[in-house]
Each structure stands twice: as C-alpha cells, then as structure tokens.
C-alpha cells in the first residue's frame, strides 16, 4: 500500500482537531483558528484542506458516521440469525464506545445543529435510513413470514425501535441511565411487540 498524500494526512489532522474543539468549546468556540491551533497548523490552510467551516463540519460529521457504520458491519457480520442481527444493531448504536466524552459532545453538537445546517441535515437523513434499512432487515428474518399484516409490523416495530434508540441515547449521553440499560430497553421493547404478536 503507497503512503497516503500529505493532504489526506492533514485532512485527517484537522478532523480529529476539530472532533476535540467540539468537545472542549462547542459548536460556537469551535472556531478554524482554535480548530487549527489544535492540528498544529495556520488559520489559513484549514481553507486551503475544506474550504470553509460549514465544510470542515460537514466532513467531521462524515467521519463519526462512518466511524458508527464500520462498527455496525463489524458487529453484523458475526451475527448469525436474524435476533443476534437485530442485537447487533442495538449494540453498535448504545455501546459504550458511543458514550465516550469525545464520541457523546460531537453527537449533540452535531444533532443540536442538524436543522440549521443542510449539509448536516443530509448527512443525519442517511444515517437515519441506514438504521432503518438495517432494523427492517433484522425484522424481516424475524417476524414469521405467515404472520397477517407482517410489513406493516416490520414498519412499525422498526420506526418505534429507530426513535427508542435515538432517545435513548440521548438520555445515557445526559446521563440519565447507563448504556447497558440503553440496550436492555431498546431489545426490550423489541421482546414486548414480538409477545404482542404473539410471535414469542
């Protein structure tokens, strides 16, 4: 493998700078100057690697997702049935490593800006639909297949689960419980619907 270019090495320089700006000053003290402080480097070549903050933000966002989303694969490809896909998914998006204080103030940072900023809105949009893709997923090979209305309850159990997970997390990240409960009530919550249905 060839050495990586020097402009994706300071690329990357500038994310991880920026990921601990967010967590040290927040979204408004996370200003290119401290940013590039934090890397080493001038105010002015943060410009010359993206352009622009709303840019450099952007391409954070993308790093922690991607971060989430090779952890996911990670987790699903050992998973051997449809209930241990599903507790992947639970695992990878409540588990410790998304609790961490780097990991917990870029999150909020990024979800309290998401509605202001388009390009974060994007970038929210398709984590969302990976999550959801990946839940109705697992569902489908859960959910017996003679089972009346079953897409409608894949749908349903999905989009509940999806939300129960996001709010879960934010309440483990303001620590109001801890992650291991995040997990237990969001495989709960999946146990209650499938007894609902009759299906366990």
């Known amino acids: 493998m060839g050495r990586r270019s020097l402009k994706a090495e300071r690329r990357d320089d500038l994310i991880r700078a920026c990921i601990e700006t967010l967590a040290a000053e927040g979204w408004e003290g996370a200003s290119l100057a401290r940013i590039a402080g934090r890397a080493g480097l001038s105010a002015g070549l943060v410009a010359h690697y993206f352009g622009d903050k709303a840019e450099l933000m952007e391409a954070t966002m993308r ?6 989303w090779q952890r996911q694969a990670k987790l ?42 388009p390009r974060l ?62 997990r237990a009530l969001a495989l709960g919550y999946v146990d209650a619907e499938l007894a609902r249905l009759g299906t366990r």
């Open 121 to 182: 809105a994007r970038i929210h949009r398709i984590t969302a639909r990976r999550l959801a893709s990946n839940l109705h997923h697992a569902l489908n090979g859960l959910l017996p297949e003679a089972l009346p209305d079953r897409a409608a309850a894949v749908r349903r159990i999905a989009t509940g689960l999806a939300i129960l997970i996001d709010g879960l997390w934010l309440r483990a990240a303001l620590g109001d419980v801890s992650p291991t409960e995040t």
């Open 63 to 68: 790093h922690v997702c991607f971060q989430l």
């Open 76 to 117: 699903l490809a050992a998973a051997a049935s449809p209930a241990e896909r599903l507790g992947a998914i639970v695992a990878a998006n409540l588990g410790g490593d998304q609790f961490g204080e780097e990991s917990r103030a870029v999150w909020l940072e990024f979800w309290s800006q998401a509605h202001r900023a």
